[in-house]
């Protein structure tokens, strides 16, 4: 959504080695730091420490969200240690966490970046964005927050907490009624919300809220009388997810000037 430019590139490829760390390392904390599970979690951290830290001297504004990010890491790797991943507040933690970088994705495209003005009083790294690349507007610019890429985030974040709802609701929570009914609620207010930017926006958010709040519906009414394997859940969940993202990218810009004309977002 923001454009492609080299810095996403390296973003990207910091965050799928940074995810092979925090998996790696999730288990060898598991496993109460087992010499069997150290080598991994080794050679990723160092892989994931080169590129990490060329992408912070190329562009050095990420820094500001270091602190967030360390706190998000020390409390999945609290999880994995008490053993309790799969804990509602370490699915929060997980959710935060990928989210953030849909926001950071956005910042770091070359539309975002050739559309920003930049002070004088630049040094290493500040051109052309000040938003990513220096602190010359201060900790938080508004430039680090464009309104296209924190929707785009919001409605992952609030998609994928749904996601979360609906397949405890098969799974853990499946004895417990309340989970299944928090889950439709969940998706029937994003329904709701595509409702009313339909005349502006058009049929697809309303078509990618339906599916969602469908299968929060129907599969656990299904289930209650036929087991469903997890592997199928996830198959659905995996289908649901590309729908929104798909929808998602083609959406947020005119959703994003829709809110701002009804004064819902700056």
């Known amino acids: 959504m923001g454009g492609v430019s080299w810095r996403n590139l390296l973003l990207l490829l910091a965050w799928v080695l940074c995810y092979c760390t925090e998996f790696t390392t999730a288990r060898w904390l598991t496993s109460r730091m087992s010499k069997r599970f150290l ?17 912070l001297v190329t562009t050095p504004g990420l820094l500001r969200w270091v602190p967030l990010y360390m706190v998000l890491a020390a409390l999945t790797f609290l999880a994995a240690w008490r053993r309790v991943e799969r804990s509602w507040w370490n699915n929060l933690v997980s959710i935060i966490a990928a989210c953030t970088l849909c926001l950071i994705a956005y910042s770091l495209g070359s539309g975002p970046q050739s559309q920003a003005t930049h002070s004088p009083d630049v040094y290493f790294g500040c051109p052309p964005n000040p938003a990513v690349n220096c602190f010359s507007e201060g900790l938080f610019p508004a ?46 207010m994003l329904t709701i919300g ?15 809220a339906l599916i969602l709040v469908i299968r929060a519906a129907a599969l656990p009414a299904i289930a209650r009388r036929h087991r469903i394997p997890i592997k199928q859940v996830g198959m659905v969940e995996s289908i649901a997810s590309l729908v ?11 959703i994003t000037s829709t809110l701002q004309g009804m004064g819902l977002f700056l």
């Open 244 to 254: 929104v993202f798909l929808v998602t990218i083609g959406t947020a810009g005119p």
């Open 194 to 208: 595509a409702a009313l930017v339909l005349p502006e926006v058009g049929f697809w958010p309303l078509f990618a």
């Open 39 to 55: 080598p991994p979690v080794a050679a990723y951290a160092a892989v994931t420490a080169v590129f990490g830290l060329a992408l």
């Open 143 to 188: 430039q680090a927050f464009p309104p296209v890429g924190l929707v785009a985030t919001l409605i992952f974040a609030y998609t994928e907490f749904g996601s979360v709802l609906y397949v405890k609701s098969l799974v853990r929570e499946r004895k417990h009624l309340w989970c299944t009914v928090a889950s439709v609620v969940w998706n029937l």
